[in-house]
C-alpha cells in the first residue's frame, strides 16, 4: 500500500472529527485527539461492521429507555439454545463473568467468580452465542419469519484482566466478537472476587478512570461505537489498594486521639477542630497486604461514579440488597451532576428476593420503579445458570421415578402446548437452511435432511 501523505492523513483525521460530532458522543469526554487515533489505526483499519451495528441498536435502546423513564430487562444467558430461544421476548442480551468462571473458562477450569480464568474466557462465550444468533437469523430470514435474534449482547469484562494495555486486548476480543457492549469494574485486578462477595478491595479512582479511557481508545481505534459500561463495587467493599486520588481518600479510616473507633480523615479533621488542635493525629489503618481500610458505601459510590461519568456510556452500583431505596439514593446522587447519564443495575440472584420484604405487586413492577428512578437497563447476571439447574433437577429426579412418561410427559408436551420451536429439533437445528444450501449448490438435490425418512415427520 502507498505511504500515506499529509494530506490524505489530514483526511482521516476530518473523517475521525466528523464521527465525534455525532450526538452519539455528546457526552462522552475524550483525553486525546483524533490525530493519535488515525495514527494508531495503521493502513488497514480494523473494521467490525457486525458488532458495530449492535453496539448502535443497543444505544438507541437506551436513549428511548432513557426519553421514556423505562428500565429494559435481561438476564445471562449460558448457552446457544437461551440466547436464542430469550430472543422472542427480550431484546437485549447479558454475558456473565461468573457464568463463565462456573462453566465455561476456556481452560475448563471451572470455579468462583475470581477473574482468574483465562482473558479469552468471556469473549469465546460472546462468539459462541453471536454466532447462535447470526444463524438463527439466517434461518428464520430464510423461511420468512419476523423474530429478530439478532439482540445486542452485552458482556462482562471484570478489571480488564490487567493494566491499559490488557483492557484493550480485551476489549478487542469483546468487540471482535461481537459484543455491543462491555462493563469494567474498580476493583483491583489481581484481588477481584464477585460483587457479593466479602473482602472486595477497590483500585484507585483514577486507575478505574485509566481502564475506562483505555478501552475507549481501543473502540476508537476499531471505528466503532462499542457501549462502555463502568461499575463501582464501592457500596459494599472494605478495602483500598491506595490512597493517590483525592476522590478516595476522605473515606479511608484511620485511628485518632479523639476517637477509639476508626473514622475517616475528613472525620478526624472534624474532630481536631472541636478539639482546638491545629494538628491532626491520625494514623490510616491498612491490612497486612497493605491495604487502606476505607468507609464504603452509597457515598463512594455514588462520587466514583460521577468521578466516571464522563468516560463511560452508562453507570452500575453493584448493591448488596434489591432495595428501591438504595437505587434511588444512588440514581438520585449520580443524576443530580450528570442528568443525563444512563444507569444498569444488577438484579442480583445473590439477594433473597422472597425475603426482601417487597410484596408480589412490588416484583411484578420492579422495572417500572426503576425507570422512573433513571435506570435504563437491568439484568439477572445468572438466570441462566439457575434456570437450566432447576429444570435438569426438575426432570432428572422424575426421569428416574418415571422413566419415559417423565419425558413425554414434562418435556414434549409441554414444548408442544407452549409453542417451544425445540420440539422439532432438527428443524430447530437449522435443517431446512442447510437443505437451501444444499439445492442452491448441487441443484436437484435428493438427500435432504428433512426428507419423508426424517423422525421428525411424526410431529
Same mark, same amino acid.
Given at each position: 500500500?502507498?505511504?500515506?501523505?499529509?494530506?490524505?492523513?489530514?483526511?482521516?483525521?476530518?473523517?475521525?472529527?466528523?464521527?465525534?460530532d455525532?450526538?452519539?458522543?455528546? %457526552?462522552?469526554?475524550?483525553?486525546?485527539?483524533?490525530? %493519535?487515533?488515525?495514527?494508531?489505526?495503521? !493502513?488497514?483499519?480494523?473494521?467490525?461492521?457486525?458488532? %458495530? @451495528?449492535?453496539?448502535?441498536?443497543?444505544?438507541?435502546?437506551?436513549?428511548h429507555?432513557?426519553?421514556?423513564?423505562?428500565?429494559?430487562s435481561?438476564?445471562?444467558? =449460558?448457552?446457544?439454545?437461551?440466547?436464542?430461544?430469550?430472543?422472542?421476548?427480550?431484546?437485549?442480551?447479558?454475558?456473565?463473568?461468573?457464568?463463565?468462571?462456573?462453566?465455561? !473458562? /476456556?481452560?475448563n477450569?471451572?470455579?468462583?467468580?475470581?477473574a482468574?480464568?483465562?482473558?479469552?474466557?468471556?469473549?469465546?462465550?460472546?462468539?459462541?452465542?453471536?454466532?447462535?444468533?447470526?444463524?438463527?437469523?439466517?434461518?428464520?430470514?430464510? @423461511?420468512?419469519?419476523t423474530?429478530?435474534?439478532? %439482540?445486542?449482547?452485552?458482556?462482562?469484562?471484570?478489571?480488564?484482566?490487567?493494566?491499559?494495555?490488557?483492557?484493550?486486548?480485551?476489549?478487542?476480543?469483546?468487540?471482535?466478537?461481537?459484543?455491543?457492549?462491555i462493563?469494567?469494574?474498580?476493583?483491583?485486578?489481581?484481588?477481584?472476587?464477585?460483587?457479593?462477595?466479602?473482602?472486595?478491595v477497590?483500585?484507585?479512582?483514577?486507575e478505574?478512570?485509566?481502564?475506562?479511557?483505555?478501552?475507549? $481508545?481501543?473502540?476508537?481505534?476499531?471505528?466503532?461505537?462499542?457501549?462502555?459500561?463502568?461499575?463501582?463495587?464501592?457500596?459494599s467493599?472494605m478495602?483500598?489498594?491506595?490512597?493517590?486520588?483525592e476522590?478516595?481518600?476522605?473515606?479511608?479510616?484511620?485511628? /485518632?486521639?479523639? !476517637?477509639?473507633?476508626?473514622?475517616?480523615?475528613?472525620? !478526624?479533621?472534624?474532630?481536631a477542630?472541636?478539639?482546638?488542635?491545629?494538628? *491532626?493525629?491520625?494514623?490510616?489503618?491498612?491490612?497486612?497486604?497493605?491495604?487502606?481500610?476505607?468507609?464504603?458505601g452509597?457515598?463512594?459510590?455514588?462520587?466514583?461514579?460521577?468521578?466516571? @461519568?464522563?468516560?463511560?456510556?452508562?453507570?452500575?452500583?453493584?448493591?448488596?440488597?434489591?432495595?428501591?431505596?438504595?437505587?434511588?439514593?444512588?440514581a438520585?446522587?449520580?443524576? /443530580?451532576?450528570?442528568p /443525563?447519564?444512563?444507569?444498569?443495575?444488577?438484579?442480583?440472584?445473590?439477594?433473597?428476593?422472597?425475603?426482601?420484604?417487597?410484596?408480589?405487586?412490588?416484583?411484578?413492577?420492579?422495572?417500572?420503579?426503576?425507570g422512573?428512578?433513571?435506570?435504563?437497563?437491568?439484568?439477572?447476571?445468572?438466570?441462566?445458570?439457575?434456570?437450566?439447574? =432447576?429444570?435438569?433437577? *426438575?426432570?432428572?429426579?422424575?426421569?428416574?421415578?418415571?422413566?419415559?412418561? @417423565?419425558?413425554?410427559r414434562?418435556?414434549?408436551?409441554?414444548?408442544?402446548?407452549?409453542?417451544?420451536?425445540?420440539?422439532?429439533?432438527?428443524?430447530?437445528?437449522?435443517?431446512? =437452511?442447510?437443505?437451501?444450501?444444499?439445492?442452491? $449448490?448441487?441443484?436437484?438435490?435428493?438427500?435432504?435432511?428433512?426428507?419423508?425418512?426424517?423422525t421428525?415427520?411424526?410431529?
Open positions: 500500500m502507498a505511504k500515506r501523505t499529509k494530506s490524505a492523513l489530514s483526511l482521516l483525521i476530518k473523517d475521525v472529527e466528523a464521527w465525534w455525532r450526538g452519539r458522543w455528546r %457526552n462522552v469526554q475524550r483525553d486525546w485527539c483524533a490525530e %493519535n487515533i488515525v495514527r494508531l489505526r495503521g !493502513s488497514q483499519p480494523l473494521n467490525e461492521p457486525a458488532s %458495530n @451495528a449492535m453496539a448502535q441498536k443497543f444505544w438507541e435502546q437506551m436513549e429507555a432513557k426519553a421514556n423513564k423505562c428500565c429494559q435481561s438476564f445471562g444467558a =449460558l448457552d446457544a439454545v437461551q440466547v436464542v430461544q430469550m430472543a422472542k421476548y427480550l431484546d437485549t442480551v447479558y454475558v456473565s463473568g461468573w457464568q463463565s468462571s462456573s462453566t465455561a !473458562s /476456556s481452560n477450569l471451572c470455579g468462583p467468580d475470581l482468574d480464568y483465562p482473558m479469552d474466557t468471556v469473549p469465546r462465550k460472546v462468539d459462541q452465542l453471536f454466532r447462535a444468533q447470526q444463524f438463527h437469523d439466517r434461518k428464520q430470514f430464510a @423461511a420468512g419469519g423474530i429478530d435474534y439478532m %439482540n445486542p449482547i452485552i458482556a462482562d469484562a471484570d478489571t480488564g484482566h490487567g493494566g491499559v494495555t490488557a483492557v484493550m486486548k480485551l476489549t478487542q476480543m469483546m468487540v471482535e466478537a461481537g459484543a455491543a457492549g462493563h469494567l469494574e474498580d476493583q483491583r485486578a489481581g484481588a477481584k472476587k464477585c460483587g457479593h462477595m466479602g473482602g472486595k477497590l483500585c484507585s479512582t483514577r478505574h478512570i485509566a481502564r475506562l479511557k483505555a478501552a475507549r $481508545v481501543q473502540t476508537d481505534i476499531m471505528g466503532t461505537d462499542t457501549i462502555i459500561i463502568a461499575r463501582t463495587d464501592a457500596k467493599a478495602l483500598l489498594d491506595n490512597d493517590i486520588d476522590v478516595d481518600r476522605p473515606y479511608i479510616l484511620g485511628r /485518632s486521639p479523639w !476517637s477509639d473507633t476508626p473514622v475517616t480523615e475528613r472525620k !478526624s479533621i472534624e474532630l477542630w472541636k478539639n482546638n488542635s491545629p494538628k *491532626r493525629h491520625w494514623v490510616p489503618l491498612r491490612t497486612s497486604e497493605g491495604y487502606y481500610r476505607i468507609e464504603g452509597l457515598p463512594l459510590a455514588i462520587d466514583r461514579a460521577i468521578a466516571f @461519568a464522563p468516560y463511560a456510556d452508562m453507570l452500575w452500583c453493584e448493591l448488596d440488597t434489591s432495595s428501591l431505596e438504595d437505587a434511588k439514593i444512588f438520585d446522587g449520580v443524576l /443530580s451532576q450528570y /443525563s447519564a444512563k444507569l444498569a443495575i444488577n438484579n442480583s440472584p445473590s439477594f433473597n428476593w422472597s425475603t426482601s420484604g417487597l410484596d408480589d405487586e412490588e416484583l411484578r413492577t420492579y422495572h417500572d420503579s426503576l422512573e428512578m433513571g435506570y435504563v437497563w437491568s439484568f439477572i447476571t445468572l438466570a441462566g445458570f439457575h434456570v437450566d439447574g =432447576l429444570s435438569i433437577d *426438575r426432570f432428572a429426579r422424575d426421569f428416574a421415578q418415571n422413566s419415559m412418561l @417423565a419425558y413425554t414434562e418435556i414434549q408436551d409441554k414444548e408442544r402446548e407452549e409453542g417451544v420451536e425445540l420440539l422439532t429439533h432438527q428443524k430447530w437445528s437449522g435443517s431446512e =437452511l442447510i437443505d437451501l444450501q444444499m439445492q442452491t $449448490v448441487m441443484g436437484d438435490y435428493s438427500t435432504a435432511t428433512l426428507g419423508a425418512d426424517c421428525e415427520t411424526q410431529f
